[in-house]
Structure formats: structure tokens, C-alpha cells
């Protein structure tokens, strides 16, 4: 059997994923704190036919071996959390990270979820929720009768509420940084990442401190995704499906032929 059928096979499951993993990208291209991630490869263990450095029968030595390859496959898929350009929103309860950091978020369960997602609103009861009513951690709650909220950079929340001129201090915002963010498991969707053994525990902290960025209010952080870049490894990913397609269907008219030989 033609080796190469089977060599050439994991390239085109592989470039599937990579196919799947661009699909995301684009999809989220407009997703509020979105990473775009890429797929990494590593070749498979190859087939020695001839180690180098052996000797022959009149003691020379070979120089060069004969190794063959069994081909690829993915090892990891990487998220870049290169930062997103900001827009103004004008919504005070927007707020965006300028520089590195996290928000917390705690999920209904008392564990706690990091996102970049900065578009937060006011729940029933004045909290300081996600779009999916999950709190920002530390809680905070806003005054029903407020009639403006301010949030430093330094994530200091303030609102001014009716019949008082000075501004009452709510709380502070606190961000969550990791050693190896890319070990974060984003499984859960909805903008929400986990800590992992791979990401390392969560370094907390106030914004401006200790390498964290700061808050920066009426502003929201895009997705990553550059849809020229992300257009261009689509089509690199379908010209690698095709070259390895047109692999199998070479290997299968060798073994036709094969099959056709006649004595």
C-alpha cells in the first residue's frame, strides 16, 4: 500500500481544523473581546529506511540517511490576545481594559469566569451583571435613585445620586491576570474563560497596578480578527486541502496502474 495516501490524509483532516478554526475567527469578528486563535502543527514520526551515519561494507560512512515521513498533525490551537482596538460607546456601563487584564465574572455555581467582554449592565436589584446576568466580581451595586455612574481608570466606581451633589464610592473594580493566558479553557463560550493548571492561579490586582491596564469607561474592546489576514489563511488552508487531495487521488491511479499490470 502507497504510503502516501495515508501521509497525505492527516493533511487534509488537518487543514479541516484549521478550516474550522479560521470559521470561528470570522465568525466573531464583531464579538466584543474576542481572541482569535490559530492552529499550530507538528510533522509525525518518520520511518527510518536508512539511519545516517551507518557504515557500509567497504567502511565508509553515509552521510545522509533515508527518513520517511508519516505527516502531520495538530498540537495545539493557540489564542493571540493581542489587544482590540477600542470604540466609544457612550454607555457608562461599558467599560474596556487598556492594556492586560481580565474581569471577573461569578457564575451561578459560586465559581469564577475572566472575560474581556466589558459590556455590563444593571440588574433588578442595581448589580453590575454581564448580558447573561452573571455578576461582576467584586459586586457592585448601583443606588436606585443614581443619576450618573463614574468608574476611574484605576476601576474606582462612583455614582452620584439624587438630592446629593458629592459622589458616593461603590466599590473597586478588580482584574485578574494569568502567567500563561493561553492556558485559559474557553469551552463555556458567552466571552467566559476558566483557569486551568495550564494557566496558572489568578493574579489579582487593582487597575495600574502590578502590570495590570486600566479601565477606561464608554469604551468597548473589539474582537482581534482581522478579516484580510483571517482571508488569507483561508485561502492558504484550502490551497493545502486541494495539494493534499490531489496527493490521494495521484497515489490511487499508482495503484490502479499497479492492479492493471498484466504478465
Known sequence: MIRGLFTAATGM??????????ANNLANVNTTGFKKSRVQFQDLIYETL???GTETVDGQIIPEGIQVGHGVRPSSIAKNFTPGSLIQTGNPLDIAIEGDGFFQIQLPDGTTAYSRDGSFK???NGQIVTADGFLLEPAIVVPVDYIQVA????GVVSAIVADDTAAQNLGQIELARFVNPAGLDARLGRNLLTETEASGPALIGQPRQDGLGSIEQGFL???NVQVVEEILNLIVAQRAYEASSKVIQSSDEMLQTANNVKR
Not at 483532516?13 to 479560521?22: C, F
Not at 468608574?151 to 484605576?154: F, M
Open 122 to 124: 444593571l440588574d433588578a
Open 13 to 22: 483532516i488537518g487543514q479541516q481544523l484549521n478550516l474550522d478554526t479560521i
Open 151 to 154: 468608574i476611574g481608570g484605576d
Open 50 to 52: 536508512k539511519p545516517a
Open 221 to 223: 474592546e473589539n474582537s
